[in-house]
Each structure stands twice: as C-alpha cells, then as structure tokens.
C-alpha cells in the first residue's frame, strides 16, 4: 500500500452500499488508497478491482457526505484518531485477517504501544479462582512487555484491563459500541482510566448502541489484534468461546486455563483444551511460548521467559526460586534455606504455584518447574 492516507476518501468509500470490510480492503489493497479507489474510474474498476459495472459506476460517482464530515468534527473535537486500513499506524497483525476493519477509531496512545499483544478474555460471571488466575496472568505479562488486550466486559475482561493498570501496564480495550458510549455503564471509571493509560479502539462510528450482533464481531477484532488468546473462565455458550474459535481461524494461539469441572466457568475452557487449545497452568507457559516466537528465536524459550517475567518477582520468591531445581525440597528444609517462617512460605509458594514457577509434589516437596529453567 502507497501514497497517503485521506480519511475523508476512506469514509467515503466506506460507506458505499455493498463494499463491506472485504471489498474495502480488496481494492484498497489493489489500488493502494481509498482515494485511489475512488479516482480509478468505473472502466477501471470493472476491469482490475473485480467489481461490477454497477458498483463501479456507484464509486466512480461518490463524493463525501455530511455524515463523513461530522465524523470527522466529532473525532477532532474528542480526541479521537482515524486509522484507515492503509494508515501506516494500523496494527499490522489486525491487517493480516480475513475481514479487518476498514477504519479504526482510537481514543488513548495504547494501540500505538502495544507491541507483544495477548488478550484475556472470560466469563462475565468471574468466580474468586477466576479472578486469581486473572489477576496473577496480567501482572506476569505486565512484568514481560506484554500488552493485554479485552473487551471492557463485565467479570474477566473488565478484571483484565483493571489489574494491567494497576501493575502500571499497557492495556487495549476494544469496544462493541461507539467511542462516545462506555459500556456496561459500571464501566465507566475503566474506560477513563484506559484512555488516559491504555486505549480504547471501535470500529463503530460514534452513536452505535450496544446491540447484541456487534459484539461477538468485535472479537475478531480482539484476537487478531494478539499474538495468542487466553481464555480464563468460559461458561457453556460465552462470548469468549467465540473469541478462541476466531483466534484458531486467524492463526493465533489459543490457551485455556483448565478449571473444577463441577463449575459452570471451567466448561468452556476444559471444552477448549480437549478441542486442542494449549492447557496453561500459570503465565509462563504462554510467555515462554510467545516471546522466543516473536524474537524470531527456535530455541531458548526458557531463558527468554525467565529473563522478561522473573526480574519483577518479590524478593522473596526470588530466593525461593534460588534455592529450588530438579531435586524436591521438603517445606521445613526449604523455609530454613529462605529464612522465613513455614506459613508465609506456604502463602508465597502457592503464588509461585499458580504463576507455573513451582510445582508441589505430594510430602509437601516443591521443585521449580521445568519451564521455568
């Protein structure tokens, strides 16, 4: 793609009955600008953009509207950016699926940070496991350079988003609505928060409502934004079952974190792992396999996880890990290593548990895990 970016002309073009987001980016991709498209000529565009003679004539003649003009005012006026699929600032892995957006609306410098990219996603009704899991996986990626990306949902994706924050992260929400509406409603002091330290992105014009069919096409968004997806909590028809199913077609890595089959959230993501998505008991299973991936490495993915996700542990844990490998180490042995009572090792152990650095073998031994050099 050449020559500059006129988002009038991407507006324009659209817009136009029976282009949709396909045939935007195949003659964009053909003629190089929505500007060109449009100043091709309609013989032009029969002949090399495999349109028909009727849409052709229809593009020939378009012209912009008031309704692009007032976006365009809107946008100015709210501190919104519009990113053309030919901008040179959209994300390039978002360019790379089936059916991109044709034009992103960005509110927040986030999407302009983020470079390693995983979103989180999960169930609206996040039980207190979910929420640990969550909590412990964006702190880890936070700790790694990695930009978490959701939905602004209730439960785990509004959590996700939270928590990045807190841990001072980057962290890109994409909407089903316009910018100019934060939803759900609760959400509110989120979405303030994400565009002052995050972004927020839609590629809904200003005045969309929350209508049931935009959101799980936002997914595609959400996934091929990502290097991979982890699915924390699923529920039997969730939202976020529909975000793993888009990665898997969009050539992402799926992950799913396995869950008490007796709970309604664990359906969705132990349903995954059986249909193939990779089983992560804790974050360093999806950074160890991301990173080496995007460093262009064959190898060394422990040392390349390790490096990004241990520099940001308590000190603690850091001596915990110091005086563990291969061989088990009962409790007692080990808190006289660290030098710290029997029950605050526990507490900092189950920690280390969770994030997949330890594993605790039956006497009460602990080793660290093997991923985690």
Not at 70 to 81: I, N, P, Q
Not at 118 to 141: I, L, N, P
Not at 208 to 234: D, K, Q, W, Y
Request: charged share 20%; with cysteine; proline share 6%.
């Amino acid at each position: 793609m050449s020559g500059p970016v006129d988002v009038a002309a991407s507006l324009t073009l659209s817009s136009l009955k029976g282009i949709g987001v396909a045939g935007y980016a195949r003659l964009v991709e053909r003629f190089g600008t929505a500007d060109a498209v449009l100043s091709a000529g309609a013989e032009r565009l029969s002949s090399e953009g495999d349109v028909s003679p009727a849409l052709a004539r229809v593009i020939g003649t378009a012209r912009p509207s008031r309704d692009g003009k007032r976006l365009m005012d809107w946008a100015a006026a709210s501190g919104v950016r519009m990113l053309p699929l030919e901008h040179p600032e959209y994300p390039a892995r978002l360019r790379e699926i089936a059916d991109p957006p044709s034009l992103l609306y960005v509110k927040g410098d986030g999407l302009a940070r983020a470079g390693r990219t995983v979103a989180v996603v999960g169930s609206r009704w996040m039980s207190s496991y979910g929420k640990q899991v969550t909590g412990d996986f964006c702190r880890a990626f936070v700790d790694a350079g990695i930009t978490v990306v959701s939905g602004m949902a209730l439960g785990v994706d509004g959590y996700a988003h939270h928590t990045t924050l807190e841990a001072e992260g980057n962290t890109v929400a994409v909407l089903g609505t316009g910018l100019d509406l934060a939803y759900p409603p609760e959400h509110r002091d989120l979405f303030s928060a994400l565009v002052e330290k995050g972004a927020v992105i839609s590629e809904y014009p200003p005045g969309t409502r929350p209508v049931g069919h935009n959101f799980p096409r936002r997914n595609r968004i959400i996934s091929g934004l990502c290097m991979g997806v982890v699915v924390v909590e699923a529920r039997k028809n969730s939202g976020s079952l529909i975000t793993a199913r888009l990665a898997a077609e969009q050539g992402r890595e799926v992950y799913a974190v396995p869950g008490n089959v007796g709970q309604p959230g664990a359906y969705g993501t132990n349903r995954l792992i059986q249909e193939g998505a990779s089983l992560v008991t804790g974050p360093l299973d999806v950074i160890g396999d991301l990173l080496p991936q995007l460093a262009g490495e064959a190898g060394g993915r422990a040392a390349c996880a390790e490096k990004a996700f241990l520099a940001g542990l308590p000190e603690i844990q850091r001596r915990i890990l110091g005086h563990l490998d291969s061989v088990p180490v009962p409790v007692d042995d080990l808190a006289e290593r660290v030098g710290a009572p029997v029950a605050a090792l526990l507490t900092e152990l189950l920690t280390l548990e969770l994030t997949g650095l330890v594993e605790k073998l039956p006497g009460n031994r602990y080793i660290r895990h093997p991923s985690s050099g």
